[in-house]
């Protein structure tokens, strides 16, 4: 049924005319292509729309269809090692991203083999389970009772092939299929949010030694071009311990999409020995686009993650970048004459900001499970300015800040993460679960280690004035061994295999093995030994110890440590 025509096309926004039956966030199909578009304005019988595709051929009287809701997603079987568009439509190679402005139906002719965990007559609440599809080998799918319905099972299917159309149960009157959908930007809803629990490892061992995140934690990577912020968000999806990531290349390049498909696709998934990107969502908005597909990809990213979380599973959404997302945001902003803010985004960007972060979390769900969203995002300011609203609004929201330091990135030091500029709130709720984990000196060597790093960087300073040899000798010791720190624990290479990522243990046992050097370096110094025979000591196997050993090598770590500790026992 028509109910608007369009009075005006300008770029992705379509001005209408309507004599009612619109809502705010509406759904509707515009134009004989039946694009999808959403109502972002109403006053009287005016309305504006921003349109998810290309407009090209629009025009003043074409028809603008409803839908009978908001914008949502379709969530069920086969979102698991799946490529999409913004708004979820499936990305198939070889094909057309747009057709005709409809979605291909997902998996439609895939068959999934369904086991019911639940009889005739039980007494279901939201969020309950109905059965089980084996979506991946990492991943059993959990069939669950929508959030809103509920109540007595009148009929289950029996075990058997069933495609995503078919009806599995009906409960309380309402029959029930694999999907259900909801809109993206409502957040789905939880029993109650819980106190953040224990880390979430990503195994690059800067950021879990000195700026760790809790699992349903958030935070923000800003840094300027060239930096390092995709790789280092490209290693936290392939090693971080989360069981689903949503990865949401959100304005892009079409080639670094390419390049996370294709390694994701090749690198194998230590816990089932499958490829990751079969516990991997690839939501696909890259820079040539529509642009206000751009916009609502977050919360297409973070709705999916609400949904693995619902069925118990630890989810992270990697953001790629949110800059991006603001530009589309004042994109629209100027084309619908909103009044702009600070450096043209609009007023609500810190709003909208918060409105995503906050969908973060860890929580009790309807079906009493306790999972997490955790939201990692990249910035990317214009010039690398750190100063500009995009990334001073965001360091409001997140819990911590990883910022990626220019020199750093120009020597070759990756992660570019700079221990200067970096924070995380979460440091103290994580050392009481470090202590509570049997590491009660975790905290402590943090602390250690941020203040030997801070020692030397005002050390260094001196020493351009007045030259290295011109320092006292804990001085020179705290430079040698601040490199050690940069150079042995800090630093980590992307392609290396065994440097690729540090299990926690690994961590621990070499940052304790630096702190080890300088307590027996400084301990010989004051019983007298010359600071130039402490600063010829060969500490090349502390140097080699990241890459020599294994992943899981904290033992191998800890004979290193060893055997010089008796080497430098000798010395004096």
Known sequence: MTIATI?????????????GGLAMLDLVEVGPRRLPGEVIALEGTAATVQVYEYTGGLEPGDEILPTGGPLAAELGPGLLGGVFDGVLRPLQSGAAWIEAGRAGTRAADRA?????????GAQLTAGATLGTVRESAAIDHQVLVPPDAGGTVEWIAPPGELHLRDVIARVNGRELGLTQRWPVRRP?????????????????????????????????IPGGFGTGKTVA??????????????YVGCGERGNELADVLEEFEALEDPRTGQPLLDRTVLIANTSNMPVMAREASIYTGVTVAEYYRDMGYDAVVI????????????ELGSRTGELPAEEGYPAGLSSALADFYERAGQVQTLGDKVASVSILGAVSPPGGDLTEPVTSHTRRFVRAVWSLDRDLAYARHYPAVSWRDSSARDVDQLAAWQAE???????????????????????E????????????????????????????????SAVLENDQFSSPAKQR????????????????????????????VDLSSVLRARYDTSPDGAAEVERIGHDLMHALGEIG
Not at 189 to 200: E, Q, S, W
């Open 188 to 220: 789905r809803p939880v029993r109650t949010r819980l106190a953040g629990g224990g880390p979430l490892v990503t195994g690059q061992r800067v950021l879990d030694l000195l700026f760790p995140v809790a699992r349903g934690s958030t935070a923000a």
């Open 7 to 19: 009075t005006r096309v300008n770029g992705p926004v379509v001005e209408i005319h309507t004599d």
């Open 319 to 330: 953001a790629d970048s949110t800059s991006r997302w603001a530009e589309a945001l004042r």
């Open 461 to 492: 300073s001196i020493a351009q004035l007045v030259g290295a040899d011109s320092l006292p000798g804990r001085e020179r010791i705290t430079l040698r061994t601040a490199r050690l720190l940069r150079e042995a624990v800090l630093q980590q």
């Open 509 to 536: 046992a070499l940052l304790t093995l630096v702190l080890d050097v300088h307590d027996r370096l400084i301990a010989l110094l004051d019983r007298g030994v010359e600071v130039a025979e402490l600063e010829a």
């Open 112 to 120: 999934w083999s369904f086991a019911p965990v639940t009889r005739v």
């Open 233 to 246: 968000l490209q290693q936290i999806a392939k090693w971080c311990d989360a069981s689903v990531i949503v």
């Open 437 to 459: 984990h049997g590491d009660p000196g975790w905290l402590e060597r943090r602390a250690v280690a941020l203040r030997l790093l801070t020692d030397a960087d005002r050390i």
